[in-house]
């Protein structure tokens, strides 16, 4: 099976909705249930993806199957990679942790050398020179005692994405383990609150407002595009737009992404 990765790099806040209400949002993003960590759904990304063929009907019958038949294409859900949060230091920094590293380097086979994060304790972070204070790393409002630099990994990371903004990870990622890594993933992400305006009165209608959970801008997500070494990946890398709406609310402008596809190392 050939496969490329997609990385997908947030320009506005994104919201796949996960339909039902959880607590005080009314309307969450999706995530995964386990790690609570952002997802988005193959389904929702081969949708945006087959959108770019509407004009191509036969392709888009081969690339993503029609009816009862499989496309050729096989879309995997978008994972966090790397995820924004503000920083006492620097404006904002991106955190990732062990496990987003390690199913990255799965997933595309660049070695991440995650081997000394092993035993991180949840007080505990490597991080880029710029956001350090002293030996700390001030993250919301939590503190972090400095283990060592993040420049080695944040170096790959950098040369996946050709993003001015994105360029600035060797300077503002911060490694953190799994469990503060999921837990600013499940907290950090935006809440929004909506209302709905009634278009014959231009008042808003009763029982009408309600909260939006969003995926804050500049995150970085990655998702695997597989096929059968039939030449289709390149098909849809030469329609691929450089830029993609991705999520619900298009007309008030989330879900904006800049996305391109590169090659898995083998």
């Known amino acids: ?19 039902n209400s959880v607590g005080a949002i009314d309307s969450p993003i999706m995530r995964e249930r386990h790690t609570r960590i952002p997802i988005i759904p193959g389904s929702s990304l081969k949708g945006v993806l087959k959108d770019l063929f509407n004009d191509r009907k036969e392709e888009q019958n081969i690339l993503f199957g029609k009816g009862d038949s499989a496309g050729k294409l096989h879309i995997g859900e978008a994972r ?4 924004p949060v503000r920083s006492a230091k620097g404006s904002f920094a991106w955190i990732t942790s062990p496990i987003a590293l ?13 081997d000394k994060l092993d035993g991180l304790e949840d007080s505990q972070c490597f991080g880029a020179q710029d ?26 990371l950098e040369k996946t994405f050709d993003d001015k903004i994105w360029k600035t990870v060797a300077t503002r990622l911060v490694i953190v383990n799994d469990e503060i890594f999921s837990y600013f993933c499940e907290n950090a992400c935006e809440v929004v609150t909506r209302i709905c305006i009634d278009d014959e009165t231009g008042v808003t209608k009763s029982g009408a407002l309600f909260n939006q959970e969003q995926v804050p801008s500049e995150t ?21 737009s450089p830029v993609l709406q991705i999520g ?4 008030i402008g989330l879900g904006f992404c800049s996305v391109v596809l590169y090659e898995v190392t083998k």
């Open 102 to 114: 390690a199913r990255y380097e799965r997933d595309s086979g660049i070695k991440m050398d995650i």
């Open 220 to 240: 970085m997500f990655y998702a695997v595009i597989g096929e059968q070494k039939d030449g289709y990946i390149e098909t849809l890398k030469k329609s691929l």
């Open 80 to 83: 966090v990679l790397a995820f």
């Open 248 to 251: 619900g609310d298009e007309t």
């Open 1 to 19: 099976m050939e496969k490329k990765i997609m990385a997908i790099f947030t320009r506005t806040p994104l919201h796949v909705g996960a339909g």
């Open 131 to 156: 956001v350090i204070l002293g030996k700390d790393v001030v993250l919301e409002e939590y503190k972090f005692e400095s283990q060592g630099l993040s420049e080695d990994i944040a170096s790959k």
